[in-house]
């Protein structure tokens, strides 16, 4: 039987342009990521050089390329590769960015260097060894550096089944998830990678959860009041438990001490 690999967006780029980065689920993806940004104060006292491994097609990036930070952007998709180069150009930022087409794990080989930041969102729960990639981003850190790991929830998508009447096995993927291609190989348990994360040696200064209001909430109810009400309610709970815990995603910052 062949080995499990790691998952390959060249076939659904458009649908994960249209469907997640085009939609409020990616909106409020970028909410969060810059409240907890802010909060942790990363990149406010000058440029980084930042690793934006499994990037894709470089949302978040083109953002902290435009506030000067240098962008290192790696993924296994050439056809995302491409949307990131486009976004770029279009802004005017392709001397922030470089692109290089490799897997998690041939980051060793084809970046030297450590990073002030290495980013890796929604990339975790696609990969058949999380616990040797965390490894390898960790590696790539330099002392005093950040790590900012986003995975997709088991527990989030448990919950978003039970409440869909999907009670034999409401964790596992839908017909349409499986059906499109857009079911990741493994959601996570958030204490596992915190743990894997402190047995690295990283101290996590931030865990918040993210779209546990919105994806829990009927569709008329979010028309009715709105994206900035809603991203408001999950700025003010989404560091505390329990509703973090039932987020579809998990947004961990962390630091690398000094040697």
Known sequence: MASPIDRNFDDLTKLFQNNIYGTPKGQLRLYALREDFAKCEIGSK???TILDAGGGMGQFSSELAAKGHQIELCD??????????????????????NLTQC??????????????LVMNHAVLEWLVDPAEALETLYAQVKP??????????????????????KLDDPAGCTERMAKEGIAPQ??????????????????????????FVYDHMHQKI???????AIAASESE???????????????????????
Do not use: T
């Open 46 to 48: 000058g440029p980084l």
């Open 76 to 97: 296994i998709s050439n056809e995302m590769l491409e949307g990131a180069r486009s976004i770029f150009i279009e802004q005017g930022l392709e001397s922030q960015i």
């Open 103 to 116: 897997g998690i794990q041939d980051i060793p080989q084809k970046f030297e260097q450590q990073f002030d």
């Open 144 to 165: 005093g550096g950040w790590l900012s790991i986003m995975f997709y929830n088991v527990h989030g998508r448990a919950w978003r089944g039970i409440m869909n009447g």
């Open 186 to 211: 493994q959601p996570l348990e958030p204490l596992w990678v915190h743990d894997q994360l402190i047995k690295l040696g990283l101290d996590v200064k931030s865990w918040r959860g993210i779209r």
């Open 222 to 228: 979010r028309d009715r009041i709105g994206l900035q």
């Open 237 to 259: 709970f989404g560091y505390q438990a329990p509703y973090k815990d039932l987020a579809r995603y998990v947004h961990m910052l962390c630091f690398k001490p000094e040697i």
